[in-house]
């Protein structure tokens, strides 16, 4: 079952070389994510079913990030039903579109799958590569700029992670593997000084990939260029596979008693990420950009949250399930207002309520959930980061993690607000209004599927996932 | 013999660093992609055949021929042919370099010996190449050399995995290969388009996404 995942979009591609069909590449994707989206539930109701191999699997640790992969891909699959139907290019460019895209997604799946630090560090250089067509898109100026420095930018960084990966061999000793639970059962007896050297390359090196200040510059370039769907992908599920190998090696750093280091560093990136957002957040011009920089801040959370451990490591899971959903729906929508208005100007976005009240509703919902307004479910997860803080007694820590979030959210607050209720006409208003016909329904209910799903959780946690998240944290 | 070439390798990342023309910067890429593949076969030759040719093809025709070729083809195509704007002086440049070379090999000395498994020498060159590397992408001017510099760094990193006696699973080798071949081809078909689209190799024309601007 698991290997259907990973060889399915293979043969999807090459049957959308063969056939360039823009409604057979769609079909294909929203049958491939249907399938992805069936691997995960099927780890509930029977896990026999999946034989896991000796590279890959699906376990209590990756399950979760498998899962939310599995609906922002299915969700986003159904929205880009309708968002191609707007692009006006030839078969050929869609073609190339629709096999990148699936070739992102598998990437991105296989880095989840993999039970090995190596296998793990290849499909993340494969979403690299895979990723940078799809922000080259538009082949404008602007995109090629964004997709250069992303490409070499995380490049170099995931190059960084692997002086890390031969480090931690040196720190191994005797010991020639890179499977995860050899590294977290033998951990006690690795070097520490090899070992912590590792951690600095490792953690900077998929830092890079997963947006964590101070080497986030790649982020909003990036998120802001590229097609809606596919900011909404690299927001909501890219940065969590990177964010799942320093998950691992940081378990393997817990098993060999030595995270003090490694906690100072999650702490301090952490924190400057939400520095950088609330600086940044009040100077963009761009409300692309602006959700860019709150993926930066989320980041930061959630290496927070990993660093404080405890109760933390709940709220960690938490937030990860609540801003891969809230966000993905979140860029979906931005691509909705980049569909009527025709810029990304925040400026020049007036009158939303007006123009489309289904859009202007998802984008104040999207804010109030990212923003944790309860019943949010990132207001549990912030909840818990705030409590391990007072029960570590980490005060001045808690009061600046408050004192940043508040610049954050009256930054996006002033944005989003204005955007919505600012009623002023102009001819861009009018022309919004025109193209409100463009936006197909499946551009609306996969933002509502998303938010409702993040609020509920806020509110009720069902079963199978409570006991998903307490094994992720215990496992 | 093998330290030897290690040394040498060493000294191309100093010659890398004082000069602007750009078809010698490709001529160093092949120079390092044929001493990576004698210190593979002379001191680093591992048992099994598969490995030796996975290492050659690796070393030999990736590193020594294909990227310079394509890079050479690429400034050729694109009429670059020096990084004359470099924010430091060759003079300071050399002294940077070699500072950081003899600041690796006298780390490698004073910490690897207590393990066995390591070859200072080679640890020492490998972590003062990518270090060199990384400075010099900070410093130059042209796209073109920011890809040149990436690639010394990979061919430092290959280094380093050379300089840890056991072998690394064939697995992530051949991960590397295939990630370095892609990664250079996808930056050398950028580096054809920045140049069809702003008309220059310059890093400074890549900065027209900000904050404070309104862009799109």
Known sequence: ?475 | MVNGLIILFGLTMLYLSTTSRLIAHTKVLFVQGILLFLICVSGFSHASLAAIIFLTIETLLVKAILIPGFLAKVLKKTKTNRDTDANIAHFWCLLISSLILFGGLMFSMVHIPSLSMINPICFGVALSTIIISLWLITIKRKIISNVVEFITMENGIFLLSLSVAKQMPMLVNIGVLLDVFIAIYILGLFVSQINKELGDLDVAHLSDLKDCENND
Request: aromatic share 14%; charged share 10%.
């Open chain 1, 1 to 475: 079952m698991i290997s259907l995942v990973l060889v399915l979009p293979i043969i999807f591609c090459i049957l959308m070389f063969f056939a360039k069909n823009k409604t057979l590449n769609n079909i294909l994707i929203t049958f491939y994510s249907i399938i992805h989206l069936f691997l995960g539930g099927s780890y509930f109701i029977n896990p026999a079913i999946l034989s896991n191999s000796e590279y890959f699997s699906l376990n209590s640790t990756n399950i979760i990030f498998y899962l939310v992969l599995s609906i922002v891909f299915f969700l986003v699959s159904i929205y880009n039903n309708s968002y191609t139907k707007n692009l006006e290019f030839d078969n050929k460019k869609m073609m190339h579109y629709s096999t990148m895209l699936l070739v992102f997604v598998l990437s991105m799946t296989g880095g989840i799958l993999s039970n090995n630090l190596g296998l793990a560090w290849i499909f993340i250089e494969a979403t690299t590569l895979a990723s940078a067509y799809l922000i080259y898109f538009n082949k404008t100026k602007h995109s090629i700029e964004a997709a250069w420095k992303y490409v070499f930018i995380c490049s170099i960084g995931i190059a960084l992670a692997f002086v890390g990966i031969i480090l931690l061999t040196i720190a191994e000793g005797s010991l020639n593997s890179l499977n995860y639970s050899d590294l977290i059962s033998l951990a006690p007896n690795f070097n520490h000084f090899w070992l912590n050297v590792s951690f600095v390359f490792i953690l900077f090196g998929m830092g890079t990939k997963m947006g964590l200040a101070p080497v986030h510059f790649w982020l909003p370039d990036a998120h802001a260029q590229s097609p809606s769907p596919i900011s909404a992908l690299l927001s909501a599920t890219l940065l969590n596979c990177a964010f799942l190998v320093i998950f691992n090696v940081y378990k393997v750093m817990i098993s060999a008693n030595c995270i003090a280091y490694a906690k100072i560093l999650l702490l301090v990136m952490g924190f400057l990420s939400l520095f950088v957002t609330s600086v940044f957040l009040y100077h963009t011009s761009n409300y692309k950009r602006m959700l860019a920089y709150s993926s930066i801040e989320n980041v930061g959370i959630l290496a927070i949250c990993l660093a404080l451990g405890g109760v933390a490591y709940v709220g960690m899971f938490l937030h990860l399930i609540g801003h891969s959903l809230i966000k993905a729906a979140y860029f979906l929508t931005s691509g909705n207002i980049l569909e009527l208005y025709q810029t990304k100007k925040i400026k020049s976005i007036k009158a939303l309520g007006v123009v489309d009240k289904k859009t202007a509703w998802l984008w104040i919902f999207s804010f109030l959930g990212i923003c944790a307004f309860p019943p949010s479910i990132l207001f549990i997860s912030e909840f818990l980061a705030i409590k391990a803080m007072i029960i570590q007694k980490h005060y001045f820590l808690c009061v600046l993690f408050l004192f940043l979030l508040t610049i954050i959210l009256f930054a996006m607050a002033k944005v989003v607000f204005t955007m919505v209720f600012d009623n002023s006409q102009s001819k861009r208003v009018e022309d919004a209004k025109t193209n409100v016909k463009k936006l197909g329904c499946s551009m609306y209910y996969p933002q509502i599927l998303l938010l409702v799903m993040a609020f509920v959780l806020g509110i009720y946690i069902p079963k199978f996932l409570d006991v998903a998240i307490i094994a992720a944290v215990i496992g």
